[in-house]
């Protein structure tokens, strides 16, 4: 191991006290660059490492808003823009009450090596709110989401940051912040994607990330010889990533029998398998109550069981899709004794990196979520593409081209991992792949 690498992430879990998340992404990440980092020293010398964990620029602010009954509330926002190297800060807002600077750290560090990873020109950051959107009126959100733009739009920009959405930030909390920004600079441009059809989003957006998993997760599966037709496969979560996931696993031929909720999970063995199941999801999801078990009273053959995750059942493949680290050393150790082969993630660090170890050293093949679940940043990228050339792509060319950088994704995470390891890791792969582009970009452009 570098002795470069552990001083660096000792200094970030100094600088950086309580963040425990934060800490979990730069070690996963940091831990697998040491070959790296033993074959070009320059960085070494350059600081690379140390200026890559420390954001450009980190802010954080109080909103201001009024409630239904005349209340004035204060939440806290923030945004962490990262790395801009190759492009502008790209990444999401999450509003939710669990919303805080480790977590930001964790989502934005990230960012920057899933951006790497698509090929396209846009660089890592990440923003928020401790604001939880479940509840509340239209009103309400509106009146939170202007205010939080009265701040935020100093720093961002369609040359400087392009926000998107996450977790509690859907099309109404994007159209409410795009309107807010308009205002405010009195000028019309692509500073936000995730917008609604009519005023400058992207076909394909609200799937692309579903679809980005399972091409990812076939690619993964061709490479080791297995087909995802006819796969069974579970996936947690029942959001846009769920649907989109199920979507694209329908057309492909797998049969998926879960999902799940803070509830509990959905065990439906005849198949999430037609779009009346599927488009289900978003009904659940738009009801506002945030649990799936509806689906069993909607569809009588299908069980819901409470208060548990959907990995303890059979199946080929699994691709977590909800939160991070919703599969733990315990759940790793299951996969491994029941000799399950394959898992790709879906959500934002699926995996604790203890779990990440357990299931690797027990053979699983596991597809990390900072190249699966890059299709939704990728399809973010050609709305900004789309806004500055005013111009409008089709379903199909989007889908085209989504797919396209999806096994372009993978090929760079396969031969990264075989140069620097010797063997297929897409977990390190990925790392090196996307940290490759970003080096280089950082070393050209001197000291900054």
């Known amino acids: 191991m570098s002795n470069y690498v552990e001083r660096v992430i000792e200094l970030c879990k100094q600088n950086n006290p309580g963040e425990v998340e934060f800490h979990q992404t730069i070690e996963e990440v940091l831990h697998s660059l040491a070959p790296v980092m033993e074959a070009h020293p320059e960085y070494e010398k350059a600081s690379l490492l140390e200026r890559l964990v420390e954001p450009e620029r980190g802010i954080t602010f109080r909103v201001c808003w009024i409630d239904d009954a005349g209340k004035v509330q204060v939440n806290k926002g923030y945004r962490y823009q990262f790395n801009s190297a190759i492009g502008p800060y790209k990444g999401g807002l999450r509003f939710a009450p669990s919303v805080n600077p480790g977590t930001v750290k964790f989502l934005g560090f990230e960012q ?19 604001f939880d959107p479940n509840g509340k009126s239209d009103g309400e959100i509106m009146r939170f989401c202007q205010s939080f733009m009265d701040e935020l739009y100093r720093h961002v920009g369609p040359n400087t940051d392009v926000p998107a959405g996450d977790l509690g930030v859907g099309a109404r909390e994007i159209g409410y912040l795009f309107g807010q920004y308009k205002r405010l600079v009195n000028r019309y441009e692509g500073v936000l994607t995730g917008k609604g059809l009519s005023y400058g989003g992207c076909q394909g957006r609200t799937e692309a990330t579903g679809f980005g998993i399972v091409w990812f997760a076939q690619e993964m599966l061709k490479a080791n010889g297995a087909d995802i037709k006819g796969m069974t496969v579970a996936i947690s979560g029942f959001g846009n990533v769920s ?206």
């Not at 995470?413 to 390891?421: G, H, I, P, Q, R």
């Open 243 to 448: 649907w989109g996931t199920a979507w694209k696993l329908m057309d492909l031929g797998a049969k998926l029998i879960t999902i799940s909720g803070p509830d509990g999970y959905i065990l439906d063995e005849d198949g999430i398998n037609t779009r009346e199941k599927v488009d289900y999801l978003l009904e659940l999801r738009g009801s506002g109550k945030n649990i799936c078990a509806p689906y069993a009273d909607k569809f009588p053959g299908a069980k819901f069981i409470a208060g548990k995750k959907p990995w303890e059942v059979k199946a080929d493949l699994y691709i977590p899709c909800a939160l991070q680290n919703e599969i733990r050393e315990e759940d790793a150790r299951s996969f491994v004794e029941r000799g399950v082969k394959f898992v790709c993630e879906g959500s934002n660090m699926s995996s604790t990196n203890e779990a990440i170890k357990i299931m690797q050293e027990g053979g699983i093949i596991l597809g990390p979520s900072k190249a699966a679940n890059a299709g939704g940043v990728a399809t973010s990228c050609l709305e900004m593409g789309q806004n500055a050339g005013h111009t409008v792509f089709s379903n199909e060319q989007v889908y085209e081209k989504l797919h396209g950088i999806m096994v372009y994704i993978h090929k760079n995470c396969e031969e990264a991992s075989k140069e620097y390891y010797g063997k297929y890791d897409l977990v390190a792969g990925a790392n090196i792949a996307g940290f490759k582009k970003i080096a280089q970009a950082m070393m050209a452009q001197g000291i900054v």
């Open 112 to 130: 920057i090596f899933k951006n790497s990873l698509t090929g396209l020109p846009i660089g890592g950051g990440k923003g928020g709110a401790d």
